[in-house]
């Protein structure tokens, strides 16, 4: 005789997800796959799966038998991959003026983007300010920017000059021309009182 085995799928609440005749193979068993546009749209859960067999040798007309069939639900997608930050950027470093004499003070000032750390020659500074310095010699200057991405940095010197001489003070009247006045006062001084006693 020939057998019939009708495979049905059925949900938690016991209504039919599929169903179809389980075809007989050269091994004697019975087999049926089922559709996997059926399958990719099971929620989790419990199924059952049950299998009506008739006319099967030495088996009882319309027997029925099922199995426990379990759908885990499948794992989240990955995150997209973060994007991968840029490194910062020194947008201006500069001293103002960049010469000074001794006693004299320059300003530095910069601006720094997308950093995570801002060093002045190893001091933590914000990201952009100024700072006011009166080195006595030559002096460099290095900004440091930094992130997780990476490092820049940049450098600057301020020259210190010594101040100019003083003047040299004004020259006064020459010994010759001193000595020309005083002897021109005597003569004037002689001639009037010879003036003077002819009267």
Do not use: H
Request: no cysteine.
């Amino acid at each position: 005789e020939t057998a019939y085995v009708t495979i049905t799928l059925r949900d938690q609440a016991g209504n039919k997800v599929f169903s179809g005749t389980a075809s007989k193979t050269a091994t004697g068993v019975f087999s049926l796959t089922i559709p996997p546009d059926v399958t990719k749209n099971l929620a989790a859960g419990a199924y059952t799966i049950e299998a009506f067999v008739a006319k099967e040798a030495g088996l009882a007309f319309g027997m029925t038998s099922s199995v426990q069939l379990i759908v885990k639900a499948a794992p989240p997608p990955p995150p997209p991959p973060t994007a991968k930050a840029a490194p910062p950027t020194i947008e201006y470093f500069k001293a103002e003026p960049s010469t000074i004499q001794v006693g004299q003070s320059s300003t530095i000032s910069w601006s720094v983007k997308n950093a995570t750390s801002v060093k002045l020659n190893g001091e933590e500074v914000p990201a952009t300010g100024t700072k006011t310095v009166s080195p006595s010699t030559n002096t460099t200057y290095t900004l440091v920017a930094s992130n997780e991405a990476g490092t820049v940095s940049k450098s600057l010197t301020i020259s210190v000059v010594s101040p100019p001489p003083p003047p040299p003070p004004p020259a006064g009247p020459s010994p010759a021309l001193i000595g020309g006045v005083i002897v021109v006062i005597i003569i004037i001084a002689v001639l009037a009182w010879y003036l003077l006693k002819k009267k």
